[in-house]
């Protein structure tokens, strides 16, 4: 693997295709601004590689061999909940794909992608952007707002320190918008977007913005919030 500089997007490839995997390396290690710092073939051995070479994203299959995709997310996210996943996938109507954003994955992209696509979700993932097209979106924040959240009383603490504006964002959110998106809808930089995504994160206690989408069409927030800012 190539040595990264401090402006590279630091990347594990993991998947149990031997061919495709090498595919990928070649493709991100012809592209300025992305390192690839290591490769797995399986989930568990992707374990291994996180807590060596501490990647910012990790490019993860879902169907392999030992420990999927699934499970590896969930160990990764557990034991580092910096590192972002953005999953591999030869359909975007999987079913563990649900189930990888709900343990914190930030999207996906297809394997048969274009090249130019998959290098630009890894951009949008290192900037904070989960990779989910919009009608999926909403198809996954509704999945999950479904179950009753637990435990609720924490983030309903963090809620009531929202801001205006942190409302507004948050509303945007729950219809699954970009960071770009959400610039343009209220005339902020996307600097400033993702500065609020912070905070409403931090505030609510939550992990990502699939979280936070959930959390407010579950919970009512965006709302009750927007009729009457005045109480926050």
Not at 83 to 96: A, F, G, R
Not at 120 to 128: S, T, W
Request: glycine share 6%; proline share 4%; with cysteine.
């Amino acid at each position: 693997m190539e040595g990264a500089t401090e402006e590279s997007i630091r990347v594990m490839v993991v998947d149990d295709h031997e061919l495709f995997r090498n595919g990928v390396c070649g493709l991100l290690a012809r592209t300025p601004g992305i390192t690839v710092v290591a490769e797995a073939e399986n989930g568990e051995i992707a374990y291994r590689q996180c807590g060596i070479h501490r990647p910012e994203i990790v490019l993860m299959d879902i169907n392999m061999p030992v420990m999927d995709g699934l499970e590896a997310t969930q160990n990764i996210k557990r034991q580092w909940p910096e590192i972002k996943i953005l999953i591999l996938t030869v359909s975007d109507t999987e079913e563990m794909l649900f189930q990888a954003v709900k343990s914190g994955a930030s999207g996906y992209v297809l394997k048969n992608a274009e090249p130019t696509v998959v290098i630009d979700a890894l951009k949008r993932v290192h900037a904070g952007e989960p990779v989910i097209p919009g009608n999926l979106a909403m198809q996954i924040i509704t999945e999950l707002s479904r179950p009753a959240a637990a435990p609720q009383h924490r983030e309903q603490a963090g809620a009531h320190s929202l801001t205006a504006r942190e409302i507004e964002v948050l509303q945007q959110l729950s219809t699954g918008a970009t960071n770009r998106d959400i610039a343009q809808a209220l005339y902020i930089s996307e600097n400033t977007v993702r500065n609020h995504v912070r905070n409403i994160l931090d505030k609510l206690h939550l992990s990502n913005r699939v979280e936070a989408a959930t959390y407010a069409l579950r919970e009512g927030l965006v709302a009750d919030r927007k009729e009457d800012p005045s109480d926050l």
